[in-house]
């Protein structure tokens, strides 16, 4: 081994990284206990947050990052990855992440963004992001940025799918158009969009995003999960729809069982049975304009 | 003659390695790679492969779904690479996860910390030339291994790839970064 030439935080370990998560279930929790239980559930990694955004939804007022102390009462409790989540553009709430020993910062737009012109410029980081995106362009000028993973904003804390699907559509959509046309058509679409052309191509070559595309923002359901992996999603984060279920352990388990058989009927209908009461969702129609979030950054 | 290889598809980087087997076998007619989600699935294959991802979840989910026998007594070759690496292995530090034993070696999970100690190194690996660029992600490391299983590479951490039998495994992630070399190598171990 050369020692001169180790290296740390590459692209290929970031998105590498994301890579090993797919096929998995990240779980939001609260403390250490909720940590514990989704990794016993079968977890691929939690995020640890002060509230779920269901919570954050009903506090109001400025929404930030966690206490750190908080953060590493779960690094220390679970062996699985630890995310957690930093405004839009506050790039020294996601230093402290990275300072803490979060495995992967999550800049989310369930915050209140700290930045309405810029992201936080991710490539100069060792730990990996993630970031929300509602189409193809938003997802490329993230990826652009240094994101080493996508999630679909959906509508946070809603436990109402509708915003995940449309997002996850418009992205898969978004990619499956691009097949076919010529280079002078992709740098078009690529101005249309603007996103970087050298990423539409990119994309246009592999058929898929060039890094991991998980859902997240509503799922609320064994089912809800399924719905997600059939519409092409590398794997789902789980918010309120745990911890605010009936039975979180059960849905808990049901869901990680759900996303490994998603598309067998069969094995998403045994474990949907008696979970009891799903979390109470919200109508987005319903929504005033400045309770919706995924608005938030573009 | 085509060589078949399965890869378990419950969770972490199956695409990746379908993808890398493929092209490692695109010169050999006949050949088959597909992913492997039930033990029904693991009939006539000369190899299987086990990626990474988390070990504690994969190694729940073989569980649920019925598969830690035929796994344990496989017969082909397996190529494990990272959370892989920890259930091929006989014995682990996490009681969380039931190893497959297929590999006798002594497994630490984690063994470089968070996310950010993971690294790439240029890794001299016996067997090859030109030393392998190495990605660890979060990795294991083997502290101990057992008799019959040849130590490959090792770095101040531990061992990093190890050969016993038909079967291969490694901290890392050879199926990341187009560096075909290890899985040629272990190719031609089986002996198709």
């Given at each position: 081994m050369k020692l001169e030439e180790l290296r740390f935080g590459t692209e290929l370990i970031k998105r590498g990284f994301a890579s090993m998560q797919k096929g998995g279930v990240i779980m939001d929790v609260v403390n250490a206990e909720q940590a514990q239980l989704a990794e016993e559930a079968g977890a691929v990694a939690v995020m640890a947050l002060e509230r779920v955004p269901a919570d954050i939804r009903a506090a109001g007022g400025v929404a930030r990052m966690a206490d750190p102390q908080k953060i590493v009462e779960i690094i220390d409790a679970v062996s699985i990855p630890v995310m957690g989540k930093a405004r839009i553009g506050h790039f020294v709430e996601a230093q402290i992440l990275e300072a803490l020993g979060v495995d992967m910062v999550d800049e989310s737009e369930v915050l209140t963004p700290a930045d309405e012109q810029f992201h936080i410029d991710k490539a100069g980081f060792s730990v990996p992001f993630v970031c929300g995106a509602r189409n193809l362009g938003e997802a490329l000028r993230r990826v652009n940025e240094g994101a080493a993973m996508i999630r679909t904003k959906g509508e946070a804390g809603t436990g109402n799918v509708v915003e995940a699907v449309r997002h996850m559509r418009a992205i898969m959509g978004g990619i499956r158009a691009l097949k076919g046309m010529d280079s002078q058509e992709l740098v078009d679409r690529a101005r249309e969009i603007e996103a970087s052309t050298e990423l539409v191509i990119e994309c246009a070559n592999l058929g898929r995003l060039p890094v991991v595309n998980f859902s997240a923002g509503g799922i609320a359901t064994p089912a809800d999960a399924a719905l997600m992996m059939q519409l092409g999603a590398d794997g789902v984060f789980v918010g309120s729809g745990i911890f605010k279920s009936a039975d979180p352990e059960t849905t808990a388990r049901a869901i990680v069982e759900a996303v490994n058989h998603y598309d067998d009927a069969k094995v998403i209908a045994e474990v949907s049975k008696g979970l009891g009461e799903a979390m109470k969702g919200l109508d987005v129609h319903l929504l005033r304009e400045e309770e919706v979030l995924q608005t938030r950054g573009r | 003659m085509g060589v078949k290889v399965g890869v378990l598809a419950l969770q972490g980087d199956v695409a990746e390695h379908i993808a890398a087997f493929r092209e490692a076998l695109a010169d050999r007619p006949g050949s088959l790679v597909a992913p492997v989600r039930k033990a029904a699935g693991l009939a006539d294959l000369d190899a299987l492969a086990i990626p990474g991802g988390e070990s504690t979840t994969i190694?729940?989910?073989?569980?649920?779904?019925?598969?830690?026998?035929?796994?344990?007594?496989?017969?082909?070759?397996?190529?494990?690479?990272?959370?892989?690496?920890?259930?091929?292995?006989?014995?682990?530090?996490?009681?969380?996860?039931?190893?497959?034993?297929?590999?006798?070696?002594?497994?630490?999970?984690?063994?470089?910390?968070?996310?950010?100690?993971?690294?790439?190194?240029?890794?001299?690996?016996?067997?090859?030339?030109?030393?392998?660029?190495?990605?660890?992600?979060?990795?294991?490391?083997?502290?101990?291994?057992?008799?019959?299983?040849?130590?490959?590479a090792r770095i101040p951490e531990g061992v990093v790839a190890v050969r016993s039998a038909r079967h291969m495994a490694f901290a890392f992630h050879p199926e990341l970064g187009g560096d075909l070399r290890l899985h040629r190598m272990f190719l031609e171990g089986l002996g198709v």
């Amino acid at each position: 081994m050369k020692l001169e030439e180790l290296r740390f935080g590459t692209e290929l370990i970031k998105r590498g990284f994301a890579s090993m998560q797919k096929g998995g279930v990240i779980m939001d929790v609260v403390n250490a206990e909720q940590a514990q239980l989704a990794e016993e559930a079968g977890a691929v990694a939690v995020m640890a947050l002060e509230r779920v955004p269901a919570d954050i939804r009903a506090a109001g007022g400025v929404a930030r990052m966690a206490d750190p102390q908080k953060i590493v009462e779960i690094i220390d409790a679970v062996s699985i990855p630890v995310m957690g989540k930093a405004r839009i553009g506050h790039f020294v709430e996601a230093q402290i992440l990275e300072a803490l020993g979060v495995d992967m910062v999550d800049e989310s737009e369930v915050l209140t963004p700290a930045d309405e012109q810029f992201h936080i410029d991710k490539a100069g980081f060792s730990v990996p992001f993630v970031c929300g995106a509602r189409n193809l362009g938003e997802a490329l000028r993230r990826v652009n940025e240094g994101a080493a993973m996508i999630r679909t904003k959906g509508e946070a804390g809603t436990g109402n799918v509708v915003e995940a699907v449309r997002h996850m559509r418009a992205i898969m959509g978004g990619i499956r158009a691009l097949k076919g046309m010529d280079s002078q058509e992709l740098v078009d679409r690529a101005r249309e969009i603007e996103a970087s052309t050298e990423l539409v191509i990119e994309c246009a070559n592999l058929g898929r995003l060039p890094v991991v595309n998980f859902s997240a923002g509503g799922i609320a359901t064994p089912a809800d999960a399924a719905l997600m992996m059939q519409l092409g999603a590398d794997g789902v984060f789980v918010g309120s729809g745990i911890f605010k279920s009936a039975d979180p352990e059960t849905t808990a388990r049901a869901i990680v069982e759900a996303v490994n058989h998603y598309d067998d009927a069969k094995v998403i209908a045994e474990v949907s049975k008696g979970l009891g009461e799903a979390m109470k969702g919200l109508d987005v129609h319903l929504l005033r304009e400045e309770e919706v979030l995924q608005t938030r950054g573009r | 003659m085509g060589v078949k290889v399965g890869v378990l598809a419950l969770q972490g980087d199956v695409a990746e390695h379908i993808a890398a087997f493929r092209e490692a076998l695109a010169d050999r007619p006949g050949s088959l790679v597909a992913p492997v989600r039930k033990a029904a699935g693991l009939a006539d294959l000369d190899a299987l492969a086990i990626p990474g991802g988390e070990s504690t979840t994969i190694s729940r989910l073989i569980g649920k779904n019925g598969m830690y026998e035929p796994l344990a007594g496989f017969g082909g070759g397996v190529f494990a690479t990272c959370a892989g690496m920890v259930l091929a292995a006989d014995r682990v530090d996490d009681p969380r996860v039931r190893t497959l034993n297929l590999i006798p070696m002594h497994v630490a999970r984690n063994a470089f910390g968070r996310q950010v100690d993971s690294r790439e190194v240029y890794l001299d690996v016996a067997g090859l030339v030109d030393p392998f660029r190495a990605v660890f992600i979060r990795a294991p490391v083997a502290t101990e291994v057992g008799p019959g299983t040849e130590v490959l590479a090792r770095i101040p951490e531990g061992v990093v790839a190890v050969r016993s039998a038909r079967h291969m495994a490694f901290a890392f992630h050879p199926e990341l970064g187009g560096d075909l070399r290890l899985h040629r190598m272990f190719l031609e171990g089986l002996g198709v």
